[in-house]
């Protein structure tokens, strides 16, 4: 695992607080909420495709 994923993660998670808190803070809640549920599809997305080479480097150190 690379040390550049978790900075990635890190970056998107501040990135969406700040917007958060800003949104929130202009009365805009619903905008707020789409901004954490986007900025958890990016990190869940990048996740997903660590866990797919994980799951492939598995099936073929096994052979199977």
Do not use: C, H, P, Y
């Amino acid at each position: 695992m690379d040390v550049d994923l978790i900075f990635k993660i890190a970056a998107v998670g501040i990135l969406v607080a700040v917007l958060n808190q800003l949104l929130v803070r202009s009365g805009r809640e619903e905008q707020a909420l789409m901004t954490t549920l986007a900025g958890l599809v990016v990190v869940m997305m990048m996740l997903v495709r660590q866990i797919s080479d994980l799951f492939e480097l598995v099936r073929t150190l096994f052979s199977l």
